[in-house]
């Protein structure tokens, strides 16, 4: 190997374990990516409510039965925080994470139920419902960003 050769390997191997030691991007975890595909859902949701046609309910009823499936799915993983909560409180922190998440699995329930029936204002209500549902969750649930 000559030398202009080992000068690049050694810098190279340098770049990554410097990228692999510092980023400080943390990796999204499959909870991170369920509720992403929920808020998307819950954006076009939102934005539709405020002019809301009778002619789209279906549309608007499968927006909330696919945030319904994702959030069915979430309720299944376990917040990526759980390791730090201390080893005595955590079956407890789980316990209340998946009751959490049964009341807006049920939120969202019934916001399917309002849309199939083109109750706009009950609708309207769930929502925001869900959005403190939200607030509350991640307050208690998810990983302080560094
Ligand atoms: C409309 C409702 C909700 C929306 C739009 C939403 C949105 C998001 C998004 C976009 C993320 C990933 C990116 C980030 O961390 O910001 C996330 C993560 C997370 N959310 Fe939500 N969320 C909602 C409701 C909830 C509820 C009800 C809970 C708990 C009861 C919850 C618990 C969490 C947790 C624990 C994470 C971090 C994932 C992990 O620990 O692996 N979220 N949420």
């Given at each position: 190997m000559n030398c202009a050769r080992i000068v690049s390997l050694v810098f190279t191997v340098l770049c990554a374990s410097a990228l692999l030691t510092a980023s400080p991007v943390q990796a999204a975890t499959e909870m991170d990516r369920a509720f992403e595909r929920l808020e998307k859902d819950f954006k076009k949701?939102?934005?539709?409510?405020?002019?809301?046609?009778?002619?789209?309910?279906?549309?608007?009823?499968?927006?909330?039965?696919?945030?319904?499936?994702?959030?069915?799915?979430?309720?299944?993983?376990?917040?990526?925080?759980?390791?730090?909560?201390?080893?005595?409180?955590?079956?407890?922190?789980?316990?209340?994470?998946?009751?959490?998440m049964d009341t807006f699995i049920e939120n969202i329930g019934k916001l399917s139920e309002a849309l199939k029936n083109s109750k706009w204002d009950e609708a309207r209500q769930l929502m925001e419902a869900l959005r403190l549902d939200k607030k509350e969750g991640h307050k208690a649930y998810r990983e302080k960003k560094k």
């Amino acid at each position: 190997m000559n030398c202009a050769r080992i000068v690049s390997l050694v810098f190279t191997v340098l770049c990554a374990s410097a990228l692999l030691t510092a980023s400080p991007v943390q990796a999204a975890t499959e909870m991170d990516r369920a509720f992403e595909r929920l808020e998307k859902d819950f954006k076009k949701l939102r934005d539709a409510l405020e002019a809301p046609q009778a002619a789209d309910r279906d549309q608007y009823a499968k927006l909330a039965d696919d945030m319904l499936a994702e959030a069915r799915k979430a309720r299944e993983l376990d917040p990526e925080m759980t390791p730090n909560v201390p080893q005595a409180q955590r079956a407890q922190f789980l316990e209340h994470f998946r009751r959490d998440m049964d009341t807006f699995i049920e939120n969202i329930g019934k916001l399917s139920e309002a849309l199939k029936n083109s109750k706009w204002d009950e609708a309207r209500q769930l929502m925001e419902a869900l959005r403190l549902d939200k607030k509350e969750g991640h307050k208690a649930y998810r990983e302080k960003k560094k």
